[in-house]
């Protein structure tokens, strides 16, 4: 027989059911026709030896009955026998079976919804070609520890016209397009992308065609290709879509054609809807020759047969001239020295690059997985205890079926299979529980200015990872009660029928090691859910140096209206006077950037003559253009001196209002009123800026970010103005109500402009998103944590005091008091309390370690969040074992003694 | 020609095994081996053949595959597997064994006792 045949035996063998009985009546009957056969050539006539085979062989049926029982029960029928007996048994206790399959299917479910939120985030495979052999590259900069993702445009062409480590590279970067005409945004996700995008992806057109390398050559006119998604929900597939064109912050571009179904871009959770070339950033208004403007990303398809880590080394080489080549040569020497030294890294990008909600997202993902972990844990001891108390009552059962003849093996699988059982009806519940969950979720931290979209359908992988905990919940708390329940101690002592014996002893241990590792999970759990609220209300109260409440934020844009000068300054002042004209407003001004703007990286070196500040600090300054209302606008505290006025204009001096930080810097310990800073670029000319008042630090990027040396110039003496501005309302009332007016006094100024809208409210909770999330969530699952072992514990001390009720009857019948019975009860749970704290306090000094950079305002070994979570702990566990403790007290002593 | 001899309890999967051992067969041959191989010494019920060829296939003893016989019939085939072989050659040591004793025991003389 070979293999072929003998694994087609087998497997036959293994499914056999009602083919074995055609099979067997052939094989029965085959050996009677051979007999007669037999008979016939010796002679004997035919009917005649048929009679004679059949009366040697015997009755055939009952022949067949013997066939049957010696042929045993296979494998699979013995395995659907026990899932027979084991639904049997759950329809049994429809209570016990409902609340385990319910606390399964938020345990398994919120595992899963995890899961798969960590699936799309940072494990799934870019849609694309061979995505395993796609690079980032990144570089490496003296001035920071992390690496830098994004890169100047200029670098980009010197690396895609000298690089030759990959087979194809390509450049984007994600960019907001304005589909409107003027008035309020409609707004549009883009990317721009460099020719060979599509082509190094290996990402084909749905229709039309997609950018080609000759798309993208400086002064282009510029094309589009859409998403596939896009294209769908905007123009309903229709094919007239491929030659129209799309309108972006202003200008016309034509439709080219629609990339692959299934393929939304490079940039994970942030799908694109239009791609153009970069070139046609130009016709946007972006210089495409700024050598110190970083904004694209880049990646590369390493060449068949090549590692990564021979192009890493390929690449290093090649830093020092690619870099050196596009040297920003209005830069110091000192930074110019700097530039040259970055040095490409390399690190793989199969499942996009690393950034976006990735970055923001990925560790708080990974706790949140080791929250709903435990979670589980805790939830599987409370079930291990009840099974446990099941099994108690079971003894007669299983008693009988071990004395005929049952082995321990097949009894110990048979209730391993019952708990499989459950666990597997609580985890198709559970993925249920989890799409709605994940879907929840991410709809949480979408936000106005940031939409997150992820596509969570249930993959292989999630599909996978809800099997194994399925089954692993299963024997976690299965095992336990099968081997208790099937020792022959523990049997025979059963046996008794008296529930104070060794056996009912050993189950009150196993049950109180249980209720311990409860608390100390559950422990863990709320030390951490304290330190993520507590994280979560520093930033809620901080200071923030600015008041965030009823501020209206409006975007505005001229886009290339081609004004000069002197006439953009003078439509913003009409703008702005229209603002402060319109009821309902407190005060209004302009910025270049608002508080929480998050984004651009505006820098500038900053010094002071003959001061040199201590080593270690960078001598950078943040700096912002203002109107003279800025600060009373955003309620930021002057210190000293005084703010911008009506006199600070182009023709007096140069002046500058510097924060708290740049002064404590730059002239610790003296007045700073009066003394002169030199801050470097060429909008602020290259004469010191006379300082004439502090004002309070105040948050810029968001508000977990330390605070920053920032530097504030008057909007009048800057020299070229930038077509973009931001206008801050504080309103009287809701700012939401004022857009209306807000957009007619806009137009009314310039029709084309186009505007957006946000409040500083929104802004500021937006971003302390990641912060809010984990709170809530860990919250949540924190006081999941206590009610299950609140459960638990109840169980069990009720547990021992039905096992003691004996022994407490005949205390109280020997003249012991209420009082010291209840300190007998809860001296018991005392001591389970205490092994519990105890090792919770030793396991969150490990784990909570893990949360250290999510933290604000605090560390993880925090003293008193530690302290309240101890407190709660033990208040809700006393208040748990008092029920059990009262009733241990009201016992009668009479009825105890009778009680066996 | 003696009586054909019943067989002892319990030593009809012995000579099935034993039977099998020497070349695969469907039921029918080996019952006819059997008899061959005893000269016709021993009375084997039919009856019993069957349930004790699906208890030693049940106990992993023998494999079964379906083939064709020599007159052109589908038939059941039986062959040793390698834990059959080992469980033969035990069976084999232990018939040995009892029947040492059983003899000695049968031919001890009052004098011996």
């Known amino acids: ?900 | 020609m003696d009586k054909q001899l019943e067989l002892l309890q319990g030593t009809l999967d012995m000579l099935i095994l034993k039977a099998v051992s020497l070349s695969p067969l469907h039921g029918y041959g080996i019952l006819l081996r059997i008899q061959q191989i005893s000269k016709d010494r021993l009375e084997i019920q039919q009856g019993s053949l069957y349930p004790a060829l699906y208890r030693l296939e049940h106990q992993g003893w023998i494999a079964s595959e379906w083939g064709e016989s020599e007159n052109n019939r589908r038939a059941k085939y039986y062959r040793l597997t390698a834990a059959g072989r080992r469980r033969l050659k035990t069976e084999l040591h232990n018939w040995k064994r009892m029947s040492d004793v059983i003899a000695g025991i049968l031919r001890t003389t009052p004098e011996e006792v």
């Open chain 1, 1 to 900: 027989m070979n293999l072929w045949s003998r694994i087609r035996s087998w497997s036959r063998a293994l499914l056999r059911r009602s083919r074995t009985e055609t099979d067997m009546d052939a094989e029965l009957r085959s050996h009677l026709e051979s007999r007669a056969e037999d008979l016939i050539r010796i002679g004997v006539p035919r009917a005649e030896a048929l009679r004679r085979a059949r009366l040697e062989f015997g009755g055939l049926e009952r022949v067949k009955e013997e066939c049957r029982k010696s042929r045993g029960v296979t494998f699979v029928e013995s395995l659907l026998q026990d899932l027979r007996f084991g639904l049997r048994m759950l329809r049994k206790s429809p209570g016990f079976t409902t609340v385990a399959v319910l606390t399964l299917a938020l345990g398994i479910g919120a595992n899963t919804a995890i899961f798969s939120l960590i699936d799309a985030v940072m494990l799934r495979m870019l849609p694309v070609q061979n995505p395993e052999r796609l690079v980032q590259i990144r570089f490496k900069s003296l001035l920071s520890q992390d690496p830098m993702s994004s890169l100047t445009n200029p670098i980009w062409e010197q690396v895609r016209d000298h690089q030759d480590v990959f087979s194809g590279v390509f450049a984007w970067s994600p960019r907001t397009f304005d589909l409107a005409d003027g008035g309020e945004e409609n707004d549009i996700n883009g990317i721009y992308a460099s020719g060979d995008y599509f082509t190094v992806l290996g990402v084909r057109p749905a229709a039309g065609r997609l950018l080609t390398t000759s798309d993208d050559v400086r002064g282009c006119s510029g094309v589009a290709v859409l998403g596939y998604g896009s294209w769908q929900s905007r123009y309903a597939g229709a094919q007239s879509a491929i030659g129209s064109s799309i309108r972006l912050n202003g200008h016309y571009f034509p439709i080219v054609g629609v990339s692959q179904r299934g393929f939304s871009g490079t940039d994970v959770g942030r799908p694109f809807d239009v791609a153009i070339p970069i070139c046609a950033a130009a016709i946007l208004g972006r210089s495409l020759d700024m050598r110190d403007a970083w904004w694209l990303s880049m990646i590369g398809r390493l060449k068949p047969g090549a590692n990564i880590s021979q192009a890493q080394a390929r690449m290093k080489v090649l830093s020092a001239p690619l870099f050196g080549a596009v040297v920003p040569q209005d830069w110091s020497a000192k930074s110019q020295d700097i530039f040259r030294k970055n040095t490409f890294l390399l690190n793989p990008a199969s499942t996009g690059v690393f950034g976006g909600i990735r970055q923001q997202y990925g560790q708080p993902l990974k706790i949140l997985m080791l929250v709903v972990g435990l979670v589980l844990l805790i939830a599987c001891a409370n079930i291990a205890s009840l099974l446990l108390a099941r099994s108690a009552a079971r003894k007669k059962e299983i008693v009988l079926r071990l004395s005929l003849g049952a082995s321990r093996a097949r009894l110990i699988r048979q209730v391993l299979t019952e708990s499989i059982l459950l666990s597997a009806i609580g985890a198709i519940l559970g993925v249920f529980f989890a799409r709605w969950g994940s879907a929840l979720l991410v709809r949480f931290v979408s936000t106005n200015q940031g939409q997150v979209f992820l596509n969570l359908k249930t993959d292989a992988r999630v599909l996978a990872f809800t099997i194994a905990i399925a089954v692993l919940c299963g024997v976690l708390f299965g095992v336990l009660p099968a081997l208790r329940s099937t020792r022959f101690e523990a049997i025979s002592a059963m046996k008794e029928g008296s529930a104070q014996t060794a056996g009912g002893r050993a189950h009150s241990a196993s049950a109180r090691w249980i209720v311990a590792a409860q608390v100390a999970l559950s422990l863990i759990l709320l030390i951490g859910a304290g330190l993520f609220i507590r994280t979560f209300t520093n930033l809620m109260t901080l200071n923030a140096g600015f008041d965030p409440n009823n501020v209206l934020l409006t975007e505005m844009n001229v886009h290339s209206a081609g004004l000069s000068d002197p006439a953009l300054a003078s439509l913003y002042g009409q703008m702005l006077a229209k603002l402060q004209a319109l009821p309902g407003v407190v005060s209004a001004s302009q910025c270049l950037l608002y508080p929480l703007s998050s984004g651009d990286e505006w820098n500038f070196e900053v010094s002071v003559p003959g001061y040199k500040p201590p080593n270690g600090v960078e001598p950078l300054v943040y700096l912002n253009w203002v109107t003279p209302g800025y600060f009373s606008t955003m309620r930021t505290p002057l210190l000293e001196g005084r703010v911008f006025a009506a006199r600070d204009s182009a023709n007096s001096t140069p002046v500058v209002v510097i924060n708290q930080l740049l002064a404590n810097t730059y002239f610790p310990g003296q007045n700073p009123i009066g003394k002169h800073i030199q801050i470097g670029g060429p909008e602020i000319g290259d004469k010191p800026l006379e300082i004439i008042g502090v004002v309070q630090n105040a948050k810029r990027d968001s508000l977990d970010q330390d605070f920053l040396s920032a530097a504030y110039v008057p909007l009048a003496q800057i020299h070229s103005l930038r077509e973009d501005t931001t206008f801050e309302i504080r309103t009287a009332t809701t700012p939401g109500a004022l857009i209306p007016a807000v957009r007619d006094a806009m137009a009314s100024v310039n029709k084309s402009a186009s505007l957006g809208f946000s409040t500083l409210k929104q802004l500021a909770d937006d971003s302390v998103l990641q912060e809010h999330l984990m709170a809530v969530l860990s919250g949540f699952f924190g006081g999941l944590a206590l009610l299950l072992t609140a459960i638990g514990l109840y169980g069990v001390m009720a547990y021992v005091v039905t096992l003691r009720t004996h022994e407490i009857g005949i205390r109280m019948a020997l003249g012991a008091q209420k009082g010291s019975i209840l300190r007998l009860v809860m001296r018991e749970a005392a001591i389970v309390l205490a092994a519990g704290v105890a090792a919770g306090l030793l396991g969150s000094m490990w784990i909570t370690r893990l949360a250290r950079q999510l933290l604000f305002g605090l560390t993880p070994d925090d003293p008193s969040t530690l302290a309240f979570a101890v407190a709660a702990l033990v208040a809700v566990a006393l208040a748990a074992t008092y029920i059990p403790a009262r009733r241990a007290m009201r016992v009668d002593p009479m009825v105890a003694l009778r009680y066996e």
